[in-house]
């Protein structure tokens, strides 16, 4: 026999684990624009390279997102997904909304803000394989649990 959990129990479990949560910022790849100033000028500067673009006639920008999760930096207070995860030291594990899963999965890196100083740290974290779905079933408000290696490079 299936328990039936008052809907507002949820309510109340979601609101405090957003008390836990902080900011990071989900950079995603690199999109090619045209060079403004190579578009204007159409006779070329001369036979020298542009100076905004060095003559690939292209910008290369990337674009960056805030999202709100929860970030576990010690391995021993990571939450267990079920499964044994290989994962090397100065890793991270989050837990996200599952409608942020599609961004994580598009991104290139994501920079974890410290502590409401943004940007303090921009050390880079690579997604480190699948993520894994997290929560009760009944919870309207779904999760998921994601490892991130640490990207010195």
């Known amino acids: ?3 039936e959990i008052s809907s507002s129990v949820f309510d109340t479990y979601n609101s405090a684990l957003n008390l836990f949560t902080r900011t990071a910022t989900l950079v995603y790849p690199e999109k090619r624009e045209q060079c403004a100033n190579c578009y204007m000028d159409t006779m070329g500067t ?3 390279p542009c100076p905004y673009c060095n003559g690939k006639g292209y910008r290369a920008t990337e674009t960056t997102e ?6 576990y930096w010690n391995r021993k207070t990571w939450v ?4 044994s995860v290989d994962i090397p030291d100065g890793s991270i594990q989050t837990i996200a909304l599952m409608a942020d899963l599609e961004k994580m999965n598009k991104c ?3 920079i974890p803000n410290y502590d409401g100083i943004e940007k303090y740290d921009q050390t880079r ?6 993520s894994y779905p997290q929560g009760f079933k009944q919870n309207n408000t779904k999760y998921v ?3 991130w290696n640490r990207n010195d490079g």
């Open 1 to 3: 026999m299936a328990i």
């Open 46 to 48: 001369r036979n020298m």
């Open 66 to 71: 805030d999202i709100t999760l929860r970030i």
């Open 80 to 83: 267990d997904v079920g499964v």
């Open 108 to 110: 290139k890196y994501l």
């Open 125 to 130: 974290y690579t997604r480190s394989g699948s």
């Open 145 to 147: 649990v994601t490892f």
